[in-house]
């Protein structure tokens, strides 16, 4: 069902996004080794990718690097691996292969059989490299899928860390049947973090593909509304459904969400819209509470003082200090990073996400 807020895994589920998830295909039966995926947040990234690796019919890894909850440590991640591999074992019924793995590398414990099978793989004992390879030799071809891979960067430096751009690079150069797949919502931090155009990075000079998913347009997100009121069987105004599109500009995960509260039956059309602010609002306490600067900005931004200087001038008014020029050219660089802004014609900064230019708006 189109209103489905879970990330989907079959391409039924999936409205008109046949391109990209055959673009994906592609590339896992391609010779190409790397892809990244780039696209705002709600745009549909997961979904295209769940949908792709499920139709690859190949054994696939998937990891959200979201659900290290900013506990940015080597132990953390291990254990997303284990769930990993444990979902490997199940799905693919590779049981015995990890099982010949485990043999082979001390500190993978393997608990149980079946759909009741856990794997564990102890973080202070095992090197990654060590893992990679011995999934190598054993599978005939394996994708390692991790979302939202621009989180990993956070697991570098100190103790009990892990450089996974180094990881990636050996994976890159010697572990020819291994696929990797990263997206990212932060395109900026993504780049940062592969640093591909970075001599001092360890991918530095490798070549990956890129994909980028966009918002639907106009026509699309109408017909995308249409089709998912009508699976529930529900009658909606056209001019309801077009005042939904002009202000969720095409973000699937918008539409879904507005979709999907409209067939629950709530019919107050700004309820809907505030409590998606409110999510919006929890999504963004971290960045906001790092300085003033990033929520006048956007509020700025979202006011219709979309140059430089006009965001400045607002940011100092409000304040009633001088800003430096710098300090604000450092928070509009961030937000670009994070794939909450750009810069489009003549220098004029927008806000990407509807919701988000919505609650600033109103401020």
């Avoid at 002009?246 to 999907?260: C, Q, S």
């Avoid at 999504?283 to 906001?288: N, P, Y």
């Avoid at 409000?318 to 050219?329: D, G, H």
């Avoid at 004029?348 to 230019?357: G, K, Q, V």
Wanted: aromatic content about 10%; overall charge neutral; hydrophobic content about 40%.
């Amino acid at each position: 069902m189109l209103f489905d807020i879970e990330p989907k895994t079959r391409r039924e589920d999936l409205f008109s996004r046949d391109n990209e998830v055959d673009s994906i295909l592609n590339f896992i039966k391609g010779r190409s080794r790397f892809l990244a995926i780039y696209g705002i947040r709600r745009v549909g990234k997961t979904s295209v990718l769940r949908v792709a690796l499920n139709e690859s019919n190949i054994p696939y890894c998937y990891i959200d690097a979201r659900a290290l909850e900013n506990d940015f440590t080597k132990r953390r991640f291990y254990q997303l691996l284990s769930n990993c591999l444990t979902e490997l074992s199940i799905k693919w019924r590779l049981e015995n292969v990890i099982r010949n793995i485990a043999k082979i590398i001390r500190g993978i414990s393997i608990f149980g059989s079946g759909i009741e099978l856990n794997i564990e793989v102890d973080w202070r004992s095992i090197y990654l490299t060590d893992l990679l390879n011995a999934l190598s030799k054993n599978l005939d071809q394996i994708v390692i899928a991790i979302d939202e891979a621009q989180t990993l960067r956070m697991l570098k430096g100190g103790f009990g860390k892990i450089d996974l751009t180094q990881i990636l690079a050996y994976t890159y150069d010697n572990l020819s049947n291994i696929k990797v797949i990263l997206t990212g919502s932060e395109v900026g931090l993504l780049h940062d973090f592969l640093g591909l155009e970075n001599p001092k990075s360890p991918l530095y000079g490798r070549f990956i593909e890129e994909l980028t998913i966009t918002p639907f347009n106009r026509d699309a997100s109408i017909q995308f509304l249409i089709t998912g009121f009508r699976q529930y069987g529900i009658e909606i105004t056209m001019s309801e459904i077009l005042d939904a599109v002009d202000k969720l500009d095409g973000i699937v995960g918008w539409l879904t969400y507005y979709g999907n509260a409209r067939v629950r039956g709530i019919t107050n059309i700004d309820e809907i819209y505030r409590r998606a602010m409110e999510l919006v609002n929890e999504e963004l306490r971290s960045l906001l509470s790092r300085s003033t600067y990033y929520g006048l900005a956007l509020e700025a931004i979202a006011r219709g003082k979309k140059q430089f200087g006009e965001i400045r001038e607002y940011i100092t008014l409000k304040l009633n200090k001088y800003v430096a020029p710098s300090e604000i050219e450092r928070v509009l660089n961030n937000l670009m990073k994070m794939n909450i802004i750009s810069r489009v014609s003549h220098g004029e900064y927008e806000i990407a996400d509807p919701i988000i230019r919505m609650k600033f708006s109103q401020i």
